[in-house]
């Protein structure tokens, strides 16, 4: 688990500077699917993250507005703010925490109960899919997409014994 959350901020930071090379516009521009727009994506994939994270430790939710958050240094900055909490609480997992219940209300009113690896798993799902819409954009603007590969990021060591 904490590996892949490792691998999902190190495909996030080369989003990042892959953004750099795009316009504001670019940036912003309405695109077919996700949230809207490429740099909205990203910061609703910080918001994502943060939020479930803030709620699995009973603390309230992250209830910032993109409109705050258009540019991409701001974007990154949030990102940076937010990641040292996200941090601490995925590099302190421990199979404990697997099955602690975390109960969430509804809109309508509904609770529904899940474990806190399944959300976990669902915060790491969640980033993965976006950056598969990113990859799209990516082609539609003339770019080549950050590579989603895993293998050859140095993630997991390994040693010829």
Request: charged share 25%; glycine share 8%.
């Amino acid at each position: 688990m904490k590996t892949f959350f490792r691998y999902n901020w190190m495909v996030r930071e080369e989003w990042y500077r892959w953004c750099e090379e795009l316009s504001e516009e670019e940036l912003l521009q309405t695109r077919t699917g996700g949230v809207g727009s490429i740099l909205h994506t990203l910061f609703h994939i910080v918001d994502v993250e943060w939020s479930w994270i803030r709620l699995l430790q009973g603390k309230t939710d992250f209830e910032g507005s993109f409109d705050d958050y258009k540019s991409l240094n701001q974007v990154r900055k949030l990102d940076s703010e937010f990641r040292s909490e996200v941090g601490n609480f995925v590099n302190n997992w421990d199979d404990r925490m697997e099955n602690q219940l975390f109960y969430d209300t509804l809109p309508d009113g509904k609770i529904v109960t899940d474990t806190w690896g399944e959300v976990i798993r669902h915060v790491i799902a969640h980033e993965i899919h976006h950056i598969g819409q990113l990859s799209i954009w990516a082609r539609e603007v003339g770019k080549k997409p950050v590579s989603a590969n895993f293998i050859g990021r140095g993630l997991i060591s390994h040693s010829n014994k």
